[in-house]
């Protein structure tokens, strides 16, 4: 019975002389790095009623070699009236060698990436949900003619529940009419919930569309 | 082969042998010795980028203490064994949070990663199961197997900020007090100093499938992400023998 008592407080000794060392805190900050440029960004539709129909418009970014924007240009969107396109996003960064396609990338990386589509001037305010690919607080002008293109996107990421992307996309267009289209892509990390207002915007640009 | 075949022969021989001359006791024991960390426990590496090791434990070797005993069927070589022991695995280095907020960074694609550790794996074993002892007048070799459980005092809590823009997006994984189903084995190697008291060398294996982790404010599916745990050590004791 000694013995035991004995054997019992060697093992709680023991124990609390462990238990007694402190447990420290360990932190690490990852330094900065740059993240993947955009040097050039397309959209490119193919008619659904025609797959000769294959539209486009693009977006370019000219660098200096210290990779500051030096200046843009941007083409025009131009669709049929009355159609409808699907449509699908082509990013390149063109400072890498050979030519990294950054929309792949963005793939890989849908779940916290989202693409926002926003047609101007529009007379109405437009409905905003965690699915819609409108961007809240756009201006409404009334008095003006509204471009004529409803836009939804057509492709879901891995979250779960999945969320939309935007990187593929169906255009729906009206009557003739001219106007913008608005593109944003939403860097969300660990912040995506199919809104607007999380995270910070990688892209925002705009193409004159015209609807004939 | 054949050398094999005939050493085994001569070793099953020796043993049976010795087990016909001496008897078993009921005993149990005190213990305490260096705990291992292997597999998916052990593992200190983040991954690659979309092919994270979510259950890389960043475990360390630590120490187990513990209370066994057997208890012999109708004088037989076979007893019924038990084993409760306590573990500590040590806690997150340096090293090991900063591959974790690169690896964070990388996967969420941010300006700055920042990750934070605190608290250290602790946990209780409770196992049980048959064993066979080979007996050699005062030295007896135990081969053992068993089932049972660990229960999680604490895991490493790991607190992780991406932060993109300037807009910072905390999540953690916090330290678990779950319980999980665990199995393994030993081999113990016994010496009677006098007819009650003797000294014990154990050789330990055990393994759980996972204890359950929770994660907070994980809002999307990217980086590591570790809902469980395998744990999984390998431990080398020595203790004291009492006779009953």
């Known amino acids: 019975m000694i013995k035991l008592k004995h054997a019992v407080y060697v093992l709680l000794g023991t124990a609390l002389f462990y238990t007694g060392c402190s447990s420290k805190s360990e932190e690490a900050v990852q330094p900065n790095i740059a993240n993947e440029t955009i040097t050039q960004a397309s959209l490119k539709f193919t008619n659904q009623a025609n797959p000769a129909d ?13 990779d500051n924007v030096t200046s843009v240009d941007s083409t025009t969107l131009t669709l049929k009236a009355n159609s409808k396109y699907n449509g699908v996003v082509y990013m390149l960064d063109q400072t890498q060698t050979p030519v990294f396609v950054v929309s792949n990338e963005i793939q890989q990386r849908e779940n916290y990436h989202l693409f926002f589509y926003q047609p101007t001037p529009i007379t109405t305010a437009p409905v905003i949900s965690n699915t819609s690919p409108y961007i809240p607080g756009t201006p409404v002008t009334p008095n003006l003619a509204q471009l004529n293109l409803t836009i939804a996107r057509t492709d879901q990421d891995t979250n779960n529940p999945p969320m939309q992307v935007g990187l593929t996309t169906l255009f729906t267009t009206g009557a003739a009419s001219t106007g913008n289209l608005r593109w944003v892509l939403r860097h969300q990390p660990n912040a995506k919930n199919g809104t607007y207002a999380p995270g910070s915007s990688d892209l925002d640009v705009n193409f004159i569309t015209i609807i004939h | 082969m054949k050398k094999l075949i005939i050493i085994l022969t001569v070793v099953l021989a020796t043993f049976s042998g010795f087990t016909a001359k001496a008897q078993t006791n009921s005993y149990w024991d005190i213990f305490g010795g260096a705990s291992v960390p292997t597999g998916q426990f052990a593992n200190s590496n983040y991954g690659e980028l979309y092919h994270e090791n979510n259950q890389a434990g960043f475990a360390k070797t630590g120490y187990v203490i513990g209370l066994d005993g057997a208890w012999y069927i109708h004088k037989s070589n076979w007893a019924v064994a038990a084993t409760v022991s306590y573990q500590d695995q040590g806690q997150l280095s340096g090293k090991d949070v900063q591959a974790l907020a690169a690896g964070y960074q990388d996967a969420f694609d941010v300006d700055l990663g920042q990750a934070s550790s605190h608290g250290r794996y602790e946990n209780l074993n409770v196992l049980v199961g048959p064993q066979y002892s080979f007996l050699f007048s005062k030295l007896t070799l135990d081969i053992r197997g068993n089932v049972g459980f ?42 009677m100093l006098t007819k009650k008291l003797g000294i014990i060398l154990k050789e330990n294996y055990v393994a759980s499938p996972g ?11 990217a980086g590591r992400l570790d809902n469980k745990q395998p744990v999984s050590v390998f431990q080398s004791t020595l203790g004291l023998n009492f006779g009953f």
């Open chain 1, 54 to 66: 294959t539209p486009s418009c693009t977006y370019t970014f000219h660098l200096d070699n210290n």
């Open chain 2, 211 to 221: 204890i359950a982790i929770t994660n907070t404010s994980r809002v999307n599916n």
């Open chain 2, 150 to 191: 660990v229960k999680s005092f604490s895991t490493p809590e790991i607190d992780i900020v991406v932060t993109d823009a300037g807009i910072p997006h905390p999540f953690a994984q916090l330290s678990s007090t779950a319980t999980g189903f665990a199995y393994g084995g030993s081999a113990d190697l016994r010496y």
